[in-house]
């Protein structure tokens, strides 16, 4: 038997974010003690590092490379939040590749669940688990994973914030059905703390291709104004924090950005004094942790006796 590690990530295209990737991938390899390889899922940025001479693999090809390198067994790691569009994507690589191996090939892939994703029943090692999402969790030994990131978020957030003041934390948001799991962890976090937000830059009525600046289609923030609104006077100070596993475009531009319809350039519009802060999910290691452990699910998945395949 030989073992890996495939970690999957949209991509980097900044120091910063490289360098979280490099983060991620030395805390699996001291955890685990187990070679750890790369997948990319844009397929932009696969073209980017490529050009730069930088490994750049989609999840079929990694996978397709590390059984010609003799792997038998590889758990498959993405650093997703829910088990949306692009999670779906990279199970179906994940099978595309159990099937080039063949039904007598002892190569076997267990796929780990999103950060917020509730397990579902075990299956037989070999297979990909499933993402069912549902509350509450199915396994209940396991901690709920929606109430474990709601708490990680709320330790995320800045010890300079005063307790008076809201904080915002911008997701990326999605049209697939396990959107509701964003609904699910901003509940969660406003028990936790009243004023802490989770709002999303796409709602599950958006259609594809839609301008996301047309009032029809209103984005989270948006939906977020009038209680900010009738809680806060003007000048007071708002925290935007960026609910992403990188810092890259959506954080720079669309939280941050100096343009007109960046959410901090909105913020201010509406008078208050708004203190972003450009820190992803993968630069703090506690949520490091919380994909490490999905990825121990996965590991653990794979100790299962397989089932005759010839």
Same mark, same amino acid.
């Given at each position: 038997?030989?073992?890996?590690?495939?970690?999957?990530?949209?991509?980097?295209?900044?120091?910063?974010?490289?360098?979280?990737?490099?983060?991620?991938?030395?805390?699996?390899?001291?955890?685990?003690?187990?070679?750890? %390889?790369?997948?990319?899922?844009?397929?932009?940025?696969?073209? %980017?590092?490529?050009?730069?001479?930088?490994?750049?693999?989609?999840?079929?090809?990694?996978? #397709?490379?590390?059984?010609?390198?003799?792997?038998?067994?590889?758990?498959?790691?993405?650093?997703?939040?829910?088990?949306?569009?692009?999670?779906?994507?990279?199970?179906?690589?994940?099978?595309?590749?159990?099937?080039?191996?063949?039904?007598? #090939?002892?190569?076997?892939?267990?796929?780990?669940?999103?950060?917020?994703?509730? #397990?579902?029943? $075990?299956? $037989?090692?070999?297979?990909?688990?499933?993402?069912?999402?549902?509350?509450?969790?199915?396994?209940? $030994?396991?901690?709920?994973?929606?109430?474990?990131?709601?708490?990680?978020?709320?330790?995320?957030?800045?010890?300079?914030?005063?307790?008076?003041?809201?904080?915002?934390?911008?997701?990326?948001?999605?049209?697939?059905?396990?959107?509701? *799991?964003?609904?699910?962890?901003?509940?969660?976090?406003?028990?936790?703390?009243?004023?802490?937000?989770?709002?999303?830059?796409?709602?599950?009525?958006?259609?594809?291709?839609?301008? *996301?600046?047309?009032?029809?289609?209103?984005?989270?923030? $948006?939906?977020?104004?009038?209680?900010?609104?009738?809680?806060?006077?003007?000048?007071?100070?708002?925290?935007?924090?960026?609910?992403?596993?990188?810092?890259?475009?959506?954080? *720079?531009?669309?939280?941050?950005?100096?343009?007109?319809?960046?959410?901090?350039?909105?913020?201010?519009?509406?008078?208050?004094?708004?203190?972003?802060?450009?820190?992803?999910?993968?630069?703090?290691?506690?949520?490091?942790?919380?994909?490490?452990?999905?990825?121990?699910?996965?590991?653990?998945? *794979?100790?299962?006796?397989?089932?005759?395949?010839?």
């Amino acid at each position: 038997m030989k073992r890996g590690i495939l970690l999957v990530a949209y991509g980097s295209g900044n120091m910063r974010g490289a360098a979280a990737l490099r983060a991620v991938q030395t805390a699996a390899e001291a955890r685990f003690g187990l070679p750890v %390889r790369w997948a990319y899922t844009s397929e932009p940025m696969r073209l %980017r590092l490529a050009k730069s001479r930088t490994k750049s693999d989609s999840v079929l090809k990694a996978l #397709s490379r590390m059984r010609f390198e003799r792997y038998t067994h590889v758990a498959v790691q993405p650093l997703h939040l829910i088990p949306g569009d692009e999670f779906s994507a990279v199970a179906e690589d994940c099978s595309a590749a159990m099937a080039e191996a063949g039904p007598c #090939s002892p190569f076997r892939v267990s796929l780990g669940l999103p950060m917020l994703a509730c #397990s579902g029943p $075990s299956e $037989s090692a070999g297979c990909l688990p499933e993402a069912c999402g549902n509350a509450p969790c199915a396994i209940p $030994s396991r901690p709920d994973p929606v109430a474990r990131t709601a708490a990680t978020l709320i330790s995320h957030i800045s010890p300079l914030r005063s307790p008076d003041e809201p904080v915002i934390y911008m997701a990326h948001g999605s049209r697939h059905s396990s959107e509701h *799991l964003f609904r699910r962890l901003a509940g969660a976090v406003r028990a936790l703390d009243p004023l802490v937000h989770v709002a999303c830059m796409i709602g599950p009525d958006t259609p594809r291709g839609a301008d *996301l600046d047309d009032p029809a289609y209103p984005d989270g923030l $948006s939906l977020l104004m009038p209680t900010l609104q009738q809680e806060f006077p003007a000048s007071h100070r708002i925290w935007l924090l960026p609910m992403l596993s990188l810092v890259g475009r959506h954080t *720079l531009e669309d939280m941050a950005g100096a343009g007109p319809e960046s959410w901090k350039s909105r913020i201010e519009a509406a008078g208050w004094c708004c203190q972003p802060e450009l820190r992803g999910l993968a630069d703090d290691p506690a949520f490091i942790e919380l994909w490490l452990d999905r990825l121990q699910e996965a590991l653990d998945s *794979l100790q299962a006796p397989a089932g005759a395949k010839c």
